[in-house]
């Protein structure tokens, strides 16, 4: 979806250790706020539709929202990194998964060779304005992966929310990674109360993605996109502190 850059470093970054901990990290948080409220969302689109329907999720990740989607006859989830989607084949929540088939793809959305109009609901959490850019070829490719009348659900980092909240961390972070001792500075950073240094590359990439309400607007209005609606998101995890904007639009 980014650059060749940011799709390589998102490689690097969920290697096959970082993706199973991000595994492990489903199961400590499925019942979070964050997840409940996500999860309410997907459940009232996807149950919006008179018939059954096809569902795309970009960026899917180890599947963390399969088990969010009701009347749902296909699933295709994608993922740039091969070991996120190992992750996926095993998600949270299994038992209560009712989707009669499940694609798991491997790849970037903009290089993939996927028809118009195929998906009844578009959704991606985490994603967009954060791992990649969301930009108009974005949102185009979007629109034009929708069939005609379907919605899609996406959140994008709030720049200000989330640069507020961030400096400071990283700043605590940083100190207290100089000063820990080492089996601390090691319990710390499994638990993910502060990140290793080697991570900070990647987090600087990641905040040129965020966006202003502004822009996202603009990104919107100037798209074919028929109705939309943006709301402000407050996340409170100890995985991840800041501000989203979620979008729903319809096709």
């Known amino acids: 979806m980014n650059s060749q850059d940011g799709v390589l470093d998102v490689k690097k970054f969920y290697s096959k250790k970082n993706s199973r901990s991000y595994r492990q990290g489903d199961e400590i948080s499925k019942e979070s706020p964050n997840i409940t409220h996500r999860c309410e969302i997907l459940r009232k689109l996807s149950s919006s539709f008179d018939h059954k329907i096809t569902a795309l999720d970009l960026g899917c990740g180890t599947g963390r929202y399969f088990h969010c989607l009701w009347n749902t006859t296909n699933l295709t989830g994608i993922d740039i990194s091969q070991y996120m989607l190992e992750g996926a084949r095993t998600p949270i929540k299994r038992g209560e998964i009712h989707i009669d088939h499940i694609d798991l793809v491997c790849g970037d959305i903009l290089n993939l060779d996927l028809p118009p109009a195929s998906f009844d609901l578009i959704y991606s959490i985490g994603v967009l304005g954060e791992y990649t850019q969301f930009n108009s070829e974005i949102c185009y490719r979007i629109f034009n992966l929708l069939k005609p009348g379907g919605k899609t659900f996406f959140t994008v980092v709030d720049f200000n929310a989330k640069i507020l909240s961030q400096n400071l ?80 639009a319809i096709k």
């Not at 961390?169 to 240094?197: C, M, T």
């Not at 990104?219 to 402000?232: A, N, P």
């Open 169 to 248: 961390v990283d700043k605590v972070s940083g100190i207290l990674y100089q000063i820990l001792p080492r089996f601390l500075r090691q319990f710390a950073i499994k638990n993910r109360f502060l990140y290793p240094l080697q991570n900070a590359d990647i987090e600087q990439k990641r905040r040129k993605n965020y966006l202003k309400l502004s822009a996202l607007q603009e990104i919107l209005k100037q798209s074919q996109f028929s109705q939309w609606k943006i709301t402000r998101f407050m996340s409170k995890s100890h995985f991840w502190r800041g501000g989203h904007f979620e979008c729903i």
